[in-house]
């Protein structure tokens, strides 16, 4: 019987030898490949955590003990060894989420998976068990790259200065976020990795002195007296210490020995100590250790014995927006790229590897990487900063004081913007475009397709006195569609075929082919419909107010929050011009979602064509005074 079907709880693994843990961390890393390569995950940064989470879980008793994870991609196997083992749904719906997940155990804490807020939560959930004279610990994993994020070294600041509040940092040192990880924290952690050790050297030292007549007794007490200098010469960790942390390592995080004996001590200091643990991310499975991408950070449906995708995937969006960055760059040498440590996700690598001086990896630290953009767009380049929409929420100030204040000429590419899916709450890009409404001066750009996106990315980058944002979905981008007219800036997708239409339907961004099926099954009950796609949704176009003059209704639909979004935006902007027409706006309800497919999940919220045309109808019905209170039912076109 496998021993790991035994565990049902993290107290399992007391009753193991030394001999069963190892087995048991083989049998994790085999059903982590197989189990992972069938629904798709992150891979690589859990089989590189296998024997550090079993030690966590044998020197500490979660979840009186709270252990927590930053980020969350690396808890697969904590997910194991409490009680989840049932991976046949990973991310999708009913499943497991990808993340912690306090509704799927006692054991999981923090849910949203954004980096670098782990040391924070750490020092909040520490300062309450001290008011609250709880003899429980607090113990945070936090991977290298989210070091590199500043609010973890906010919280190091506070952390540190409680020299008696048990709080326990593990820094799983794998030299890589997504892909390596860079800066000068990375190179202090390199040193720390290759340093062959203060406690060596002096005992090596004090044998030799010790042989040493006369001088020798002498000289090693003066050299033991130098203990600080000497010390951060020999290994730097010197930085962790002075800002008051106890540190214990580097640490073999593969040897389970050194692990639990580094750890219990940890737990015994009583005060704030670091625990640097050095793992191989993709440990044990050949083909994420020959990715050097990102050592299969995050994989779809893959074959397991050879790591290959199992179906290959036509163009994405991140693809088209990369490709046009090198063509732009090969053009303009004032044009430069930021990436927050994600620099082929976000799909920057071609460009990187065509300009590699014309690209900064800021690490995870979106909102230097804001302040550092508008720098540089002071400095005469223009920067294009591409990061995942659901992470720019995190420099809106620098956004909103920095680059739109100084009137910068920054563009902002959003990647995974409007409904994700499997990832689940914390992202799913639908807030964005209502955070940036309220930017002055912004212009915010949602292409509908791959043309557009090109498109829009050239015009955005033309602006030199204003933020742009160029947003766009995830996943593959369906076929160009085009435009049969233009309105102002916008463009017409469908006409109506009658001076007096009934709908103005306003497609925002890639729900351009669901508005013109809308639109087809608004025809078929005999309500006239005209198809506008703004191309930038902000600011609203001049051309907006006297066309929607000229319909009965005005529909909006978004790929964003309906709070505050695009419909909010436009409702605003009709009332400003004195347009007196009703109107509806649909989009994403103001509240979290849960992981499952991009289409269960626009079927829940009821962005899906034929919902949005039953209350459309429904709408233009009691315009008419015809309306029923069983509003007509539409049905889908069906070929």
Same mark, same amino acid.
């Given at each position: 019987m496998?021993?790991?079907?035994r565990?049902?709880?993290?107290?399992?693994?007391?009753?193991?030898?030394?001999?069963?843990?190892?087995?048991?961390?083989?049998?994790?890393?085999t059903?982590?490949?197989?189990a992972v390569s069938?629904?798709?995950?992150?891979?690589?940064p859990?089989l590189?955590?296998?024997?550090l989470?079993i030690?966590?879980?044998?020197?500490?008793?979660s979840?009186?003990?709270?252990?927590l994870w930053?980020?969350?991609?690396?808890?697969?196997?904590?997910?194991?060894?409490?009680?989840?083992?049932?991976?046949?749904?990973?991310?999708?719906?009913?499943?497991?989420?990808?993340?912690p997940?306090?509704?799927?155990?006692?054991?999981?804490?923090?849910?949203?998976?954004?980096?670098?807020?782990?040391?924070?939560?750490?020092?909040?959930?520490?300062?309450?068990?001290?008011?609250l004279?709880?003899?429980s610990?607090?113990?945070?994993?936090?991977?290298? +790259? @989210?070091?590199? &994020?500043g609010?973890a070294?906010? *919280?190091l600041n506070?952390?540190? =200065?409680a020299?008696d509040r048990?709080? %326990?940092i593990?820094?799983?040192?794998?030299?890589?976020?997504?892909?390596?990880?860079?800066g000068?924290?990375?190179?202090?952690l390199?040193?720390?990795?290759?340093?062959d050790?203060?406690?060596?050297?002096?005992?090596?030292?004090?044998?030799?002195?010790?042989?040493t007549p006369v001088?020798g007794?002498p000289?090693?007490?003066?050299?033991? +007296? @130098?203990?600080? &200098?000497?010390?951060?010469?020999? *290994?730097?960790?010197?930085?962790f =210490?002075d800002?008051?942390l106890?540190? %214990?390592?580097p640490i073999?995080?593969h040897d389970?020995?050194?692990?639990?004996?580094a750890?219990?001590?940890a737990k015994?200091?009583?005060?704030?100590?670091i625990?640097?643990?050095l793992t191989?991310?993709?440990?044990?499975y050949?083909?994420a250790?020959?990715?050097?991408?990102?050592?299969f950070?995050?994989?779809?449906?893959?074959h397991p014995?050879?790591?290959?995708?199992?179906?290959?995937?036509? *163009?994405d969006?991140?693809?088209?927006?990369?490709?046009?960055?090198v063509?732009?760059?090969?053009?303009r040498?004032?044009?430069v790229?930021?990436?927050?440590?994600?620099?082929?996700?976000?799909?920057l690598?071609k460009f990187?590897?065509a300009f590699?001086e014309?690209?900064?990896?800021?690490?995870?630290?979106?909102?230097?990487?804001?302040?550092?953009?508008?720098?540089?767009a002071?400095?005469?380049?223009?920067?294009?900063?591409?990061?995942?929409?659901?992470?720019l929420?995190? *420099?809106?100030?620098q956004?909103l004081?920095?680059?739109?204040?100084?009137?910068?000429?920054?563009?902002?590419?959003?990647?995974r913007?409007?409904?994700?899916?499997?990832d689940?709450?914390?992202?799913?890009?639908?807030?964005?475009?209502?955070?940036?409404?309220?930017?002055p001066?912004l212009?915010?750009?949602?292409?509908r397709?791959a043309?557009?996106?090109?498109?829009?990315?050239r015009?955005?980058?033309q602006?030199?006195?204003?933020?742009?944002?160029?947003?766009?979905?995830?996943g593959?981008?369906?076929?160009?569609?085009?435009?049969?007219?233009?309105?102002?800036g916008?463009d017409?997708?469908r006409?109506?075929?009658?001076d007096r239409?009934?709908?103005?339907?306003v497609?925002?961004g890639?729900?351009?082919?669901?508005?013109?099926?809308?639109?087809?099954?608004?025809d078929r009950?005999?309500?006239?419909?005209?198809?506008?796609?703004?191309?930038w949704?902000?600011?609203?176009?001049?051309?907006?107010?006297?066309?929607?003059?000229?319909?009965?209704?005005?529909?909006?639909?978004?790929?964003?929050?309906r709070v505050?979004?695009?419909?909010?935006?436009?409702?605003?902007a009709?009332?400003?011009?004195?347009v007196?027409?009703p109107?509806?706006?649909?989009?994403?309800?103001?509240?979290?979602?849960?992981?499952?497919?991009?289409a269960?999940?626009?079927?829940e919220?009821?962005l899906?064509?034929?919902?949005?045309?039953?209350?459309?109808?429904?709408?233009?019905?009691?315009?008419?005074?015809?309306?029923?209170?069983?509003?007509?039912?539409?049905?889908?076109?069906?070929?």
């Open positions: 496998p021993l790991l079907t565990i049902r709880g993290p107290r399992d693994l007391d009753r193991l030898s030394l001999e069963e843990l190892d087995q048991l961390a083989g049998e994790i890393r059903f982590l490949v197989d069938k629904t798709g995950g992150h891979l690589g859990n590189g955590v296998v024997e989470t030690a966590l879980h044998r020197v500490f008793e979840p009186k003990d709270k252990v930053d980020t969350g991609h690396q808890s697969y196997v904590h997910k194991l060894l409490t009680g989840r083992q049932d991976f046949s749904r990973l991310k999708m719906k009913d499943g497991l989420s990808g993340y997940s306090q509704a799927e155990s006692e054991h999981d804490v923090i849910e949203n998976s954004h980096a670098s807020t782990v040391l924070g939560w750490a020092d909040g959930i520490a300062k309450g068990n001290e008011i004279k709880r003899d610990h607090v113990v945070a994993v936090i991977g290298d +790259g @989210a070091l590199t &994020g609010m070294w906010e *919280a506070n952390i540190a =200065e020299k048990p709080l %326990v593990v820094v799983n040192d794998n030299e890589r976020s997504y892909a390596p990880t860079i000068g924290l990375a190179n202090h390199a040193t720390l990795r290759t340093t050790g203060y406690e060596r050297f002096l005992a090596r030292t004090k044998d030799i002195l010790d042989r001088v007794k000289l090693f007490d003066t050299l033991h +007296g @130098a203990k600080k &200098g000497l010390k951060d010469f020999i *290994a730097p960790q010197g930085m =210490e800002l008051g106890k540190y %214990v390592g073999d995080g389970l020995e050194a692990l639990e004996s750890l219990a001590r015994r200091f009583g005060g704030p100590v625990v640097h643990c191989e991310k993709g440990r044990g050949q083909p250790l020959q990715d050097e991408a990102d050592r950070h995050a994989v779809g449906k893959i014995d050879t790591g290959l995708p199992i179906a290959s995937s036509g *163009a969006w991140t693809s088209v927006f990369g490709e046009e960055m063509k732009l760059g090969t053009e040498e004032d044009v790229a930021i990436t927050a440590a994600m620099l082929q996700p976000v799909g690598d990187a590897k590699p014309r690209v900064y990896d800021v690490g995870i630290a979106e909102q230097h990487g804001a302040v550092s953009a508008a720098g540089l002071h400095a005469g380049v223009h920067p294009v900063f591409a990061v995942y929409a659901t992470f929420n995190r *420099a809106f100030d956004v004081m920095d680059v739109a204040l100084h009137r910068c000429g920054v563009t902002f590419v959003l990647d913007a409007g409904v994700t899916g499997t689940g709450a914390s992202h799913n890009g639908m807030w964005d475009m209502s955070i940036l409404q309220v930017v001066g212009r915010l750009a949602a292409p397709d043309d557009q996106v090109r498109a829009q990315l015009e955005a980058v602006v030199d006195d204003a933020p742009t944002v160029v947003r766009f979905s995830k593959a981008v369906g076929p160009a569609v085009p435009a049969v007219g233009r309105v102002g916008m017409v997708l006409e109506p075929g009658t239409p009934d709908v103005l339907l497609s925002v890639a729900l351009a082919p669901m508005c013109l099926e809308i639109a087809g099954l608004l009950q005999g309500i006239s419909t005209t198809v506008v796609d703004p191309r949704v902000k600011p609203v176009d001049e051309a907006m107010a006297p066309l929607a003059e000229r319909h009965r209704v005005v529909v909006t639909v978004e790929d964003n929050s505050g979004g695009v419909g909010s935006t436009i409702a605003q009709l009332r400003d011009a004195g007196d027409v109107l509806r706006d649909f989009g994403i309800p103001p509240r979290f979602l849960d992981h499952a497919s991009r269960e999940v626009m079927a919220i009821g899906t064509a034929p919902d949005i045309a039953r209350q459309v109808t429904g709408l233009v019905s009691r315009l008419d005074g015809r309306y029923d209170s069983a509003a007509p039912e539409v049905e889908p076109a069906r070929d």
